[in-house]
């Protein structure tokens, strides 16, 4: 690493630290990449690929590419990862394959359900290419944006419940046939009796749930109760723990490092091991500002209006019991190299009170 330079006087200033940083943390980030070098105490926990957004493909290898994100979760202790594998060639697949069976980790995709009939060729497509890469499953969510951000009334939310209900539709015989498996997320979309009623509709063991310790609080579902009434339909997850704060229309909602947010981490991973001891668990620490849940706005509620009004009074009851004295953290202002590095901070932060707290080694 080179020297940071100092003042006349001999201390050095915080730009030159940061300008010191920037000239380096490429080659950091290079370093890190290569999995034989000094690899990080081994956990079983995979990593998802949003854990990085910060990271561009300019820096040290594209993280989009799997055997590029494999390699460097391998280098920092992970168990696995789950990313999207697009469609690959057979030679590159078993690169994928051969390296994590090598380094005993796991491979999950991610896809996206069929949206029409003209897109299931790259549906199918993408489930043999993450069969060929090891794969035994994707992550899949129907909604990618949030529903109280997205949708206006009652119909046009029923509007996109049918599409998503067409895309299972369409999915379903191609993952029987493919002895393959879609967990799909509880994505700020559905609540815990729609998604239920979903895939209970469905009436597939090839279709289950992707659990997100974290996404249903933005729809004031208390978290314990939406991981104890999914676990026995769980087939993987989205492991993170939660910060939040007031703020005037709701409250404030953010990833935070594992411990340091107020869901009973270790009480989930037990109701989700005793479902199914197979479970994989894996890290989604998103690194970002905190999202702003706008419960106290008429259009909050827009998709939801039978809701009672009690689960609202329990959420904020929740958000004013559970508020840190400081801040949410937040990235805004920070440097791209600070982001990334605060990014990276996380992740490991996260990997190590796994093993350590969780007892996920």
Known sequence: MSEVPATTDGRVTRREVLAGAAATLPLMLASSLRAEESPAAKTSTGVVIHSFG???ASKAGNFHEPLVFLEHCCSIGAGGIQMGLGRRDEAYAAQVRDFAAKHGMYVEASIGLPRNQADVERFTAEVRTAKACGATLARSALLSSRRYETFDSAEAFARFAAAAWDSLLLAKPIVEH?????????????????LLALIARIDSPQFGICVDTGNS?????????VVEAYAKLAFTTH???MGVEEYPAGFRLAEVPLGQGYLNLTRIVDVLRSANPAIRFNLEMITRDPLEIPCLSSKYWATMPTVPASELAAMLSTVRSKAGRKPLPRTSGLSAEEKIMREDENVRACLTFAREKLGLT
Do not use: G, M, T
């Not at 493919?178 to 729609?194: C, G």
């Not at 609080?217 to 109760?225: D, G, H, M, S």
């Open 54 to 56: 910060a990271r561009p």
């Open 178 to 194: 493919e002895q393959f498996k879609i967990a799909v997320e509880n994505h700020k979309d559905w609540r815990v009796s729609e």
């Open 217 to 225: 609080i933005a729809l004031v579902e208390e978290p314990q109760a």
């Open 239 to 241: 492991i993170k723990d």
